[in-house]
């Protein structure tokens, strides 16, 4: 076990000098290999190879890791243990079941995953806070808002000096406000190697830079591949059977003379989609299925007004339809539409670029029905992607206290009539996710991924989806 400092492992709370080459050594002299492993978790009979190296001591060398010390360790192993733990404490056996059950419907909405890996870990960090309001304390709430706002500070591609303080801030509101499962006698100790990590991220981030999501697994990345993400146990172990497939079919070729020379896949192929390593350029594309339509009628030849004239300041709603242009051509509307743009700290291209996907299928995974919302038509020779919208706005002035996170719920007419609009993808910022306001009740079975927006009537904007949201919704 390597160490950064000297705080002993019953008390790894209290402050402590920095570990150095010269205190091993000295505890090598002095104490016997059984009390240096007892009190320092140090294999004493193993030299480092780097032990007599001028300028590099592991002790300070040691990186932060994001996923497995703040998500895998803190988060899912500690937090999301705690409230099952402060569930069955503080309910029966039959209540803290059903509760336990209608939080992990909030979360997988119907999905079933059978296995959480390293990125559902990820996933469950983003939306767990709203599924378990209204069951928990708030207490117990504002320990996950400040850990997540230390996460996602820590994950910043840039970290200033002010951002170091919003941290260091977020890391102290974290140490009193999880002191609630001590009380309620959940939690025994907070001298955990994992949530000790952090006091170090001021001082890491300082040293070597910002860490810009960076973990251990990103050398082990290859490990793993075949997989789409959607049920994606099933998809490994498959494409685990194939490769040892073709393993035994290339031995059984070469054996018999049939093969030379080797037969395994390029080292630079990758299975990450959303990379991009095109130039830096930003853009909008649609593709995949499509159908055309044919318009002419005044009503729709509003879409064509607002991707004619994007920056018009004139409220299209009251200029008479008779008044709007003729337009009598087809119209494409697309299943599925590709934007690209930078994003320097998620898993991308060498130079910053993504490119992810907006699915608007007819049938989503042969579940439930979806709209279509992206369409495209061709104007004197300029084709125009349009999206339809329907806004949303704000509850109140400012984020809701517990959660951190602004409220919103669907825009309506004068009339009551949903407020429907067309915009061009270019006008697209940024994407958006929305959490329903699940409440205090339990929700129903038959709410899917697939029909909960409809379900319900108030949402949180999610500023925990990217670190990118994390920056524009704070």
């Known amino acids: ?30 104490w016997t290999l059984t009390e ?21 001591s592991i002790h300070k060398l040691i990186s932060p890791d994001l996923l497995h010390q703040l998500i895998k360790g803190i988060f899912k192993d500690h937090l999301v243990d705690w409230v099952e733990k402060y569930l069955r404490i503080t309910h029966l056996k039959w209540e803290a079941e059903q509760i336990m059950d209608d939080i992990d419907h909030c979360i997988a909405a119907g999905c079933r995953f059978k296995q959480w890996t390293g990125d559902d870990s990820k996933v469950l960090m983003k939306v767990y806070i709203a599924a378990i309001e209204g069951h928990v304390p ?21 970290i200033m000096e002010s951002a170091l303080k919003e941290l260091n801030d977020a890391l102290q509101q974290f140490y009193h406000y999880h002191e609630f499962f001590k009380m309620v006698g959940v939690a025994t100790t907070f001298s955990l190697p994992c949530q000790h990590s952090m006091k170090h991220y001021v001082e890491l981030i300082q040293q070597f830079g910002a860490p810009n999501g960076l973990c251990s697994s990103m050398t082990e990345n290859k490990h793993i591949k075949g997989s789409n993400k959607y049920k994606a146990l099933r998809q490994m172990i498959l494409t685990n059977q194939h490769l040892n497939k073709l393993t035994a079919s290339q031995a059984n070729f070469t054996a018999c003379s049939m093969m030379n020379g080797g037969v395994s896949r390029e080292d630079g192929d990758d299975d990450l989609a959303e990379a991009d390593d095109g130039p830096t350029a930003l853009s909008v594309h649609l593709e995949l299925t499509f159908y055309n339509i044919y318009i002419n009628s005044p009503e729709h030849n509003h879409a064509h007004t607002v991707a004619l004239h994007p920056n018009d300041l004139c409220e299209l709603p009251v200029v008479p339809l008779t008044q709007l242009p003729h337009y009598d051509s087809q119209v494409r509307v697309f299943n599925s539409a590709s934007s690209r743009f930078y994003t320097p700290s998620d898993l991308s291209g060498v130079d910053g670029m993504c490119t992810e996907y907006i699915c608007a ?11 279509n919302s992206c369409f495209s038509f061709n104007y004197k020779g300029v084709t125009y992607p349009c999206a339809v919208v329907h806004w949303f706005d704000t509850i109140g002035n400012e984020p809701d206290n517990d959660m ?16 429907f609009n067309i915009i061009h993808l270019n006008t697209i910022y940024c994407t958006a996710h929305l959490i329903p306001i699940y409440g205090t009740h339990f929700i129903s ?21 990217d670190h990118h949201a994390f920056e524009t919704a704070t």
Request: proline share 2%; with cysteine; charged share 15%.
């Open 404 to 419: 951190g996170m602004w409220m919103v719920w669907p825009a309506h007419l004068a009339n009551n009539s949903p407020f």
């Open 1 to 30: 076990m390597l160490l950064r400092c000297l705080a002993h492992q019953s008390n790894l709370d209290a402050d402590a000098l920095c570990h150095c080459k010269e205190f091993t050594e000295a505890l090598f002299e002095e």
């Open 138 to 158: 708030h207490d117990i709430v504002h320990t996950f808002h400040t850990f997540l706002e230390f996460c996602y500070l820590a994950h910043h591609n840039v």
């Open 361 to 371: 299928c007819l049938m989503w995974r042969n579940e439930g029905l979806c709209n």
């Open 445 to 465: 079975l038959d709410i899917k991924s697939f029909n909960s927006y409809d379900a319900f009537h108030a949402f949180y904007v999610n500023k925990y989806a």
């Open 36 to 56: 240096i492993w007892d009190e320092y978790g140090i294999v004493g009979d193993i030299m480092l190879f780097t032990n007599n190296f001028p300028r590099a």
